[in-house]
T-cell receptor, first 116, second 115 residues
Framework: AQSVTQLGSHVSVSEGALVLLRCNYS??????LFWYVQYPNQGLQLLLK??????LVKGINGFEAEFKKSETSFHLTKPSAHMSDAAEYFC??????????????FGKGTKLSVIP | NAGVMQNPRHLVRRRGQEARLRCSPM?????VYWYRQLPEEGLKFMVY????????ESGMPKERFSAEFPKEGPSILRIQQVVRGDSAAYFC?????????????FGEGSWLTVV
């Protein structure tokens, strides 16, 4: 079984400040990890994914995430927040076999607010 | 290149009515998934379909919910005799394959409100 925990349902940062959104996962097999962003009343857009290549993954809009197996974490970061980054962010995990290869398990999401 | 198309975007139904949500996958994608997002929750897997086949419906409620993906036309998620607890955002997604680490593309969702 797999699960995802996102610490902090709401995070506020000032414009230009570092963005750090936390994600910890639980998986019985090597995981694949994803970050999606959801703007109000819109669908999910893939930011980045980890599929067992480089542990530091770069995504769109200046975001990146680092896979740390020892910490079972996949935290999302961006050096400098922009007003347009205000949205809800979801971390998700899938597995490399069976139903887990196509079923994504999502965290509950973190709403990011950017203060001007 | 159109993305995953869902309609209607917003649907209001009275308790006891039926809701039908439609989804056209991205061009070239033959794998369709439905997820449900309840308020303050992450998305939960409901069902995985290929053309004319339900591959995995382990996340579907046992009663009132059904899904299909006919040979021609969009995938349909059908909810019979809706109740207030069915109010949620329903997301369709598609992918070209189901390989490990495969990217799944989501539509913009259909927001169902049951009054």
């Amino acid at each position: 079984a797999q699960s995802v925990t996102q610490l902090g349902s709401h995070v506020s940062v000032s414009e230009g400040a570092l963005v750090l959104l936390r994600c910890n996962y639980s998986s019985s097999v090597p995981p694949y990890l994803f970050w999606y962003v959801q703007y109000p009343n819109q669908g999910l857009q893939l930011l980045l994914k980890y599929t067992s290549a480089a542990t530091l993954v770069k995504g769109i809009n200046g975001f990146e995430a680092e896979f740390k197996k020892s910490e079972t974490s996949f935290h999302l970061t961006k050096p400098s927040a922009h007003m347009s980054d205000a949205a809800e962010y979801f971390c998700a995990v899938s597995e490399n076999s069976g139903a887990g290869s196509y079923q994504l398990t999502f965290g509950k999401g973190t709403k990011l607010s950017v203060i001007p | 290149n159109a993305g995953v198309m869902q309609n209607p975007r917003h649907l209001v139904r009275r308790r006891g009515q039926e809701a039908r949500l439609r989804c056209s996958p991205m061009k070239g994608h033959s794998h369709v998934y439905w997820y449900r997002q309840l308020p303050e929750e992450g998305l939960k897997f409901m069902v995985y379909l290929q053309k004319e086949n339900i591959i995995d419906e382990s996340g579907m409620p046992k009663e009132r919910f059904s899904a299909e993906f006919p040979k021609e036309g969009p995938s349909i998620l059908r909810i019979q005799q809706v109740v207030r607890g069915d109010s949620a955002a329903y997301f369709c997604a598609s992918s070209p394959s189901t390989g490990a680490g495969n990217t799944i593309y989501f539509g913009e969702g259909s927001w169902l409100t049951v009054v």
